[in-house]
C-alpha cells in the first residue's frame, strides 16, 4: 500500500492490531482530481457512501484537520457508520469554520482563472512554496526533505490539481461542527501538537468545552502533523483510545507525551 506523506508513520503502526483502510480524498494526496464542485456535503456523503460500502459495521475513524471536521458533521449526522473518532488538530470551531472572506474569494476567483490561475497554481506549488509551509508545520525542520518537498510538489502537480485546492483556498471547504459536536456520542479522542502554528493548540480549548467528556492528548516537541513529526508519541495515544474503545472503557483521559 502507498500512503501519503501524512500517515506514513501511522497506517503501519495501526495495521499491526486492526484491519485499516487508508483514504486520500477525492481531489488530494494521491486520489484522482476530477473538476467538480467540491464542497462538505460532497466530502461527507462521499465518506459515508464509502463506509458504507466497505461493508465491516461502524468504524474507528483517525482523521487530522479539515477531514476530522467533516468526520464530526457525518457521525453527528449518521451515526451508524462512526464508532468512535480519533481527531488530530481538527478545525471547524473558529479555524476553518466560517464563511469565505472577500480574500478567500478573491483567491478562488484567481486560482480559477484559465491561464492566470495556472501560473499562480505553480507558484503556490513551486518547491521553494513547499518547503516554506512545511517548515511552518513542522517544528523540527530536519523532517523538511527535499525528497519530501519533492513528493509533495509530485501530488499537488497532478492533472486537475488546481481545482479541490481552490476550494479550499476559496473556503468553500469551511465547516461549522459546533453543533454536530454537541450532538457526537461516539467515544472521541482529540489530539494535538503542543507547538502547531497553523492551527495552535490554543484552538483547542473550545473542543474541550463543548466535549469535556473526550479523551485529550498533547504530543510534546510536534507541530501541526504530531502523527507524523512525533510518531512514536501519537501512536502510542492512539493504541491506548482503540484499545479502551475495543474494551469499552470510557474517558476522559488526559495525557502529555514526550517525544
Known amino acids: 500500500m502507498v ?3 501524512e500517515w506514513r508513520h501511522t497506517v503501519d503502526a495501526l495495521a499491526e492490531r486492526y484491519t485499516v483502510f487508508a483514504v486520500d480524498l477525492i481531489g488530494f494526496g494521491r486520489s484522482d482530481r476530477p473538476r467538480l464542485r467540491y464542497t462538505p456535503a460532497f466530502y461527507q456523503a462521499l465518506l459515508g457512501d464509502l463506509m ?4 465491516r459495521g461502524p468504524l474507528a475513524v483517525v482523521a487530522s484537520s479539515l477531514s476530522a471536521a467533516h468526520v464530526v458533521s457525518l457521525a453527528a449526522r449518521d451515526p451508524r457508520h462512526v464508532t468512535a473518532l480519533a481527531l488530530i488538530e481538527p478545525t471547524g470551531l473558529g479555524q476553518l469554520s466560517g464563511p469565505p472572506t472577500t480574500a478567500q474569494s478573491a483567491a478562488q476567483l484567481l486560482l480559477d482563472a484559465p491561464i492566470v490561475g495556472t501560473s499562480a497554481y505553480n507558484a ?3 518547491p521553494a512554496s513547499v518547503r516554506r509551509f512545511l517548515e511552518e508545520i513542522y517544528v523540527d525542520h530536519r523532517l523538511v526533505t527535499d525528497e519530501l518537498v519533492e513528493s509533495y510538489v509530485r501530488n499537488a502537480r497532478q492533472p486537475g490539481g488546481k481545482f479541490a485546492v481552490s476550494s479550499f483556498v476559496g473556503g468553500q471547504l469551511n465547516v461549522d461542527i459546533r453543533q454536530s459536536l454537541r450532538r457526537v456520542r461516539q467515544p472521541m479522542l482529540i489530539l494535538w501538537g503542543e507547538q502547531a502554528r497553523q492551527n ?3 484552538h483547542a480549548h473550545g473542543f474541550r468545552v463543548l466535549k469535556p467528556e473526550a479523551d485529550w492528548a498533547l504530543i510534546a516537541s510536534a507541530g501541526d502533523l504530531p502523527h507524523d513529526e512525533q510518531p512514536r508519541a501519537a501512536n502510542a495515544v492512539l493504541h491506548g483510545f482503540l484499545a479502551r474503545v475495543k474494551s469499552g472503557t470510557r474517558g476522559p483521559r488526559t495525557s502529555r507525551n514526550s517525544a
Do not use: F, I, K, M
Request: with cysteine.
Open 3 to 5: 500512503v501519503c506523506n
Open 52 to 55: 458504507g460500502r466497505l461493508g
Open 124 to 126: 503556490l506549488t513551486s
Open 200 to 202: 495552535p493548540v490554543q
